[in-house]
């Protein structure tokens, strides 16, 4: 009975090693998983804050395109305006360039009907000269006449 009892003691100093190496094992085990619980909920709180980053920069980058979609609406009717603005302005310069044109017409017209009146007037003016000088002609044929004529009727009567 010896050689069981040894047995025995061998098994029973055995299952004491075993239950201390599964004791430790389980220690380990467990602060193992309390790293991988803890890096696991640090990954977790990392995650939550860059979604949370995210969220802001979704929320702002919605703003930045309102405020974007604004001022395009705002630009676009600018634009429509400055369109019908140029239309009436071409419009009117195209009325001005026609009145323009009339005032030349009407210009060239009155400077032809000028030119006439000009050359009458010069006419008129070089018949006139003649016509004096032909008065003064006569004026000094007649004076010549009248003082012949006072000479002969003066003569006799002497």
């Not at 919605?62 to 634009?79: A, G, H, M, P, V």
């Not at 360039?97 to 009155?110: G, M, S």
């Not at 400077?111 to 004096?132: G, H, P, T, W, Y």
Request: without cysteine; aromatic residues 4%; glycine residues 4%.
């Amino acid at each position: 009975m010896g050689g069981a009892e040894r047995s025995r003691k061998n098994l029973d100093s055995q299952v004491k090693d075993m239950q201390t190496k599964l004791d430790e094992a389980e220690q380990l085990a467990v602060r193992g998983g309390k790293k991988v619980t803890s890096r696991l909920e640090q990954k977790i709180t990392d995650l939550e804050t860059q979604f949370d980053d995210e969220q802001r920069r979704l929320v702002e980058a919605q703003k930045s395109q309102r405020r974007t979609d604004r001022r395009i609406k705002e630009l676009t009717f600018s634009q429509e305006e400055d369109s019908k603005n140029h239309e009436r302005m071409q419009e009117l310069v195209d009325k001005l360039q026609t009145k323009v044109k009339n005032y030349k017409k009407q210009i060239e017209e009155a400077e032809e009907i000028a030119a006439l009146n000009l050359a009458k007037f010069r006419k008129v003016q070089a018949d006139l000269e003649e016509s004096e000088e032909r008065a003064d002609i006569n004026e000094q044929v007649l004076a010549k006449f009248k003082a012949k004529a006072r000479g002969t009727s003066a003569g006799p009567n002497i």
